[in-house]
């Protein structure tokens, strides 16, 4: 997938690994202040990039943003701290979906588009690759770690993990009865007790643990 680099990353791609992540949190950009149902659908990194710049930070403190158009951002690299979440930058990894989650009923852009949706998934994709540790149960919202309503209320609390599981689901082939493909599935179920005495127990329990852990 097309990841965009922000200035942010530009400047802070080769700092040293600092941190240990635990759980990907997912943000909204949400209202402001003076009115907390604002529409922030059209911010862009760029907006957010300015905006914690003004604050004294380094750049973003996300680590992605995912814009309403499905265009992705790299914010700071994924080995370095983030500036999302009070007393957990040093252990989360941080995607913001642009836009108020939190508008009321009735009013346009409520959750994130498609587009954002099917970014995330294949974003999550390649994470998952270099930090198997984060898996779907250990997507979460902003919420979760600090008394905040971000990613917004109009998603569930598993929105994330939701959307996470479906994001390795669709990375398997579909596979058609007669096929090669499921004839050599069905042959490996059905042979997985023989397997596990052939080979080593561990081994093949750790093996089926790995893939349940995916969809938990």
Request: with cysteine; proline share 4%; glycine share 6%.
């Amino acid at each position: 997938m097309k990841i965009n680099e922000t200035k942010t990353f530009k400047k802070l791609k080769n700092r040293a690994k600092d941190n240990d992540l635990k759980y990907l949190v997912i943000h909204h950009t949400g209202g402001t202040d003076a009115d907390p149902q604002a529409d922030s659908s059209h911010h862009t990194a760029e907006i957010i990039e300015q905006w914690h710049l003004s604050k004294g930070w380094e750049g973003i403190g996300y680590h992605y943003i995912i814009q309403k158009d499905g265009s992705v951002w790299a914010g700071r690299p994924e080995n370095y701290h983030s500036a999302a979440v009070l007393n957990h930058n040093s252990d989360t990894l941080n995607v913001n979906m642009t836009g108020n989650f939190d508008r009321k009923e009735g009013l346009p852009n409520r959750v994130p588009t498609n587009e954002q949706e099917e970014s995330f998934k294949q974003l999550y994709r390649d994470i998952i690759k270099r930090h198997p540790q984060l898996t779907s149960d250990k997507v979460i919202p902003h919420r979760k770690l600090q008394k905040k309503s971000c990613y917004g209320y109009n998603l569930s609390d598993t929105y994330g993990q939701e959307l996470a599981k479906k994001a390795i689901q669709d990375s398997i082939p579909e596979l058609k009865d007669n096929t090669p493909e499921a004839k050599a599935l069905c042959i490996s179920i059905e042979q997985a007790d023989e397997m596990k005495s052939k080979i080593n127990n561990k081994e093949v329990l750790g093996l089926f643990a790995f893939i349940k852990k995916l969809f938990k």
